[in-house]
């Protein structure tokens, strides 16, 4: 972990805290204490303020009125619209459950998406959450009413592990069913063929809608580093693979190089953005790329 | 199997080593850890072994890790190529017959027939059979064969000669005939103690058995050992073997007409000298016969040549070529007279450098009591003479420089030695005794008895060649006196010197026999060489024992002629006797000649032992078994990653 990291709590120590939503209250509130002193100051919430126009600034962003009335160029900073639908889509294959310090995917994903939903709410953008596996487990439509938060935070206390993977059915099904310009947030490990899961987020780019992918990954799935011969279980399907790690490691890091990059390359030609989250790594990184997306789909 | 034998054999007992592994893999079997994880397609995608190909590894592993320890343990047993191994599966019975003159009493051949013939009749069936007789020389009148009918009638052929039995020669063409089979040898023979005597390198395999059968042998004996002529006439020596005193009468021919007669009394295991007066005859042969019908027929008579002949004509070689430094060796052979005299001359190293080849041809016999002043050129004579067939004594005393013989016969002499200060500390003294009393160098001592009471206080450290008889050593064990040959010729070394420089033997009455007769046997060595290669060679001896001389004329006793052209009735004439020893009806009984057996043996296992250890020296099998150990290791390592 690099000292810029060391500010943030780690994941599993943050798993240990009381409720999710205290989990999420505390990742929101210290990253937005943090953003003052950080560039993204410029997609905080709170008070919109007023201040000349320097060149650089978007134009905009230029309030117009008081232009008018004072002949003189102001921005407008941070106001936002609340009509932004906010789509959490959390995979709860039962893959999710893997985790080999202290933390499972799955308990990552939620904390992500609680603290995605809180951050969200504070902007008064509309919040979905839709959970899955092979098919849609459950799913709560947007909104942006104070109540909803909680809603979401309850329903993402009481998930439970699904069964097999299958991204990219869900993510047709709800392509379809979204009508209003919004935003797709999908945290899931991506075990599924990375065609057929390109295929389903570029429906929702079809559609208009900006997408950011957060490829929930286990530290040991990233570096495999176990060392005697080993029979490793699939914990979907449950099938066995005698392997001895040291002869495959390198084939084995190689074929999820390999994943990753066709997930980076198409994504990224589709205009979605793809993140790879590593379940060591504290959440306001997350954060940070979901402000980051939120703002260029802004422009 | 494959002809792959094993020099430390017990060393194959680690081998069971291998059953470690095995049994590990059988039942320790160790259980891979299961770990529930996510990324499974990555490990798909990751050519994952499986189950199926992990099991073959596992064996694969498990066959390496057998093959390591099997393999090191055959390293160490020192592995090495022995002989077809078809050889050693069929056992064969081989039968020797005793042919010698002491199986010539009356009936005595007939019974050792009858015993031949039992034996191949009663040997197992379908077990080769082959037939062996000994006496003068070994010969396999039946090879190994299934054919008994050949076998009996190569065994009602044969008849009793007049050579001399040795039993280590015959055992060895036997052991060679058998070659690495098994099986057992059937000794028909009348177990004459002195057939034991001879010197020779016999051995018998331990794969063989060997069964003597006893043909019996004459209770008495009485036979002619000697007939010489010298200058009162012929003298001949008549041996009593009997427990009871004889008188017999000799009867002498001339050219085979009958010459006259003399009847002697001879006392109870002793011997009598009859001379019989030649008046004045100076050629012809000569035949003395005594009438003994209970003893050996075949030393009833004995011969002998009356032809005039060259005296034999031997060099001395001493430093300087003064007279006193050959003293000794000269007056022994001035002593000799008459038709087998030897004429000594004595010569200096530098003078011998300069002598002409044609006139080093006329000398019969060569003795080197000093190599100072021998050059370059001498060297050269030197190993021409040798090599063509002449006979070389060579006294080792503190005058002959043995790197000066051996550059000279460089190639030819295998044997080597060296001085050493004293004899050996805890023996001030050496004794002289011989290996091989019938050796022609001791045919006139009579007995071993004269010899033993030559002290050495100064000797060489010989090593014989690999082609040389020890016929003589010292107290210590350490060899006194070899014969090798050399080429065409033959090379006597005494470990000492002749001149009595640090021994007292030229003062023994045994001296002027031994030296007379140890460059007779020499002068006779190149006039044989000469007869068996036909080239001219002068020589005056007159006569010969049965065997001595090649081909039929020395197969049995009588005079025959040598030399000239075959068939053309030229050349000299020459007796061919009995060895007198054959006389002596002295028998031991058959535990001593198993006794003997075993110590041919026992000498055969570790004439074996080193003959495979410089076989395993040469093939080296264990390099290519630790090299394939490492392969195979490395391979471990490989299948053993792999699985983990």
Known sequence: MSAAELRFLDPAVLARLGTLELRARTVVEGFLSGLHRSPFRGFSVEFAEYRQYLPGDDLSTIDWKVYARSDRHYVKKFEEDTNLDCHLLLDLSASMGYGSRGVTKLEYGSMLAASLAFLMQRQRDGVSLTTFDEAIVSRLPPSARPGHLRAILGMLDRVRLGMRTDVSRPLHLLADGISKRGMVVLISDLLDDPARVVDGLRHFRFRGTDVIVFHVMDPAEITFPFERATRFRDMESGDEIVAVPAVIRERYRAALRAAQEIYRGELGAAGIDYQILDTSRPLEFALMAYLSARGRGRK | MFGLSFLSPLFLAGAAAAAIPIALHLFHRRIDPVIDFAAIRYLRAATVEQASRRRFRELLLVALRVAALVILAVAFARPYLAASAADLAAPATLVLIDTSASLSAPGQFARARAL?????????????????????????????????????????????????????????????????????????????????????????????????????????????????????????????????????????????????????????????????????????????????????????????????????????????????????????????????????????????????????????????????????????????????????????????????????????????????????????????????????????????????????????????????????????????????????????????????????????????????????????????????????????????????????????????????????????????????????????????????????????????????????????????????????????????????
């Open chain 2, 116 to 644: 031949a013939t039992a034996a191949i009749r009663s040997a197992p069936a379908g077990q080769a059979v082959g037939v062996l007789t000994f006496g003068n020389g070994a010969d396999l009148v039946a090879p190994l064969s299934l054919d008994r009918a050949g076998a009996l009638a190569a065994v009602e052929a044969v008849t009793a000669g007049g050579g001399a039995t040795g039993y280590r020669a015959a055992l060895a063409r036997a052991a060679e005939a058998l070659g690495d089979r098994s099986g057992r040898f059937l000794v028909i023979t009348d177990l004459q103690k002195s057939a034991w005597d001879t010197a020779g390198d016999g051995s018998v395999s331990g794969r063989v058995s060997v069964e003597v059968i006893d043909a019996g042998g004459p209770a008495s004996n009485v036979g002619i050992s000697s007939l010489h002529i010298d200058v009162s006439g012929a003298v001949a020596v008549v041996h009593n073997y009997s427990p009871r005193a004889v008188e017999p009468r000799l009867e002498f021919a001339i050219d085979g007409r009958h010459a006259g007669s003399v009847q002697v009394k001879v006392g109870a295991g002793s011997s009598a000298e009859v001379r019989f007066d030649l008046e004045g005859r100076s050629g012809g042969a000569l035949t003395a016969s005594v009438g003994d019908t209970e003893g050996y027929a075949a030393d009833n008579v004995r011969y002998a040549v009356m032809d005039a002949a060259d005296r034999p004509s031997v060099l001395i070689v001493t430093p300087s070529g003064a007279p006193s430094e050959a003293l000794y060796l000269s007056h022994a052979l001035e002593v000799t007279e008459g038709a087998g005299g030897i004429r000594p001359r004595v010569l200096s190293g530098s003078q011998f450098s300069e002598l002409a080849p044609e006139r080093l041809a006329e000398v019969d016999a060569l003795a080197i009591l000093g190599t100072r002043g021998i050059g370059r050129r001498g060297r050269e004579l030197l190993a021409e003479y040798v090599s063509q067939g002449g006979g070389l004594l060579v006294g080792a005393g503190p005058a002959v420089d043995p790197v000066v013989i051996e550059e000279a016969l460089s190639g030819l002499l295998r044997s080597r030695w060296r001085p050493r200060a004293a004899v050996s500390p805890d023996k001030a003294v050496l004794r002289f005794a011989p290996d091989d009393i019938r050796h022609p160098v001791f045919r006139l001592l009579g007995g071993v008895g004269t010899l033993t009471n030559v002290a050495f206080e100064r000797s060489v450290l010989v090593a014989p060649g690999e082609n040389a008889d020890v016929i003589a050593r010292f107290s210590d064990g350490s060899p006194a006196l070899i014969d090798e040959q050399v080429g065409n010729g033959r090379v006597l070394i005494f470990a000492s010197d002749l001149n009595r420089e640090g021994n007292s033997f030229p003062l023994q009455p045994a001296f002027v026999p031994f030296v007379v007769e140890s460059l007779r046997y020499l002068e006779f060595s190149r006039a044989s060489t000469g007869a068996s290669t036909g080239t001219a060679t002068r020589s005056s001896r007159t006569e010969y024992l049965v065997g001595d001389l090649p081909g039929a004329e020395g197969a049995s006793p009588g005079i025959v002629r040598i030399g000239g052209a075959e068939g053309q009735g030229s050349g000299r004439r020459v007796a061919v006797n009995v060895d007198a020893r054959e006389s002596d009806p002295t028998r031991i009984d058959a535990d001593a000649f198993g006794a003997m057996v075993s110590r041919l043996q026992s000498r055969a296992a570790q004439r074996a032992r080193a003959d495979l250890q410089d076989r395993e020296d040469t093939l080296r099998l264990w390099q290519y078994g630790l090299a394939l150990l490492i392969v195979s290791l490395a391979a471990e390592s490989v299948v053993g990653r792999r699985v983990g």
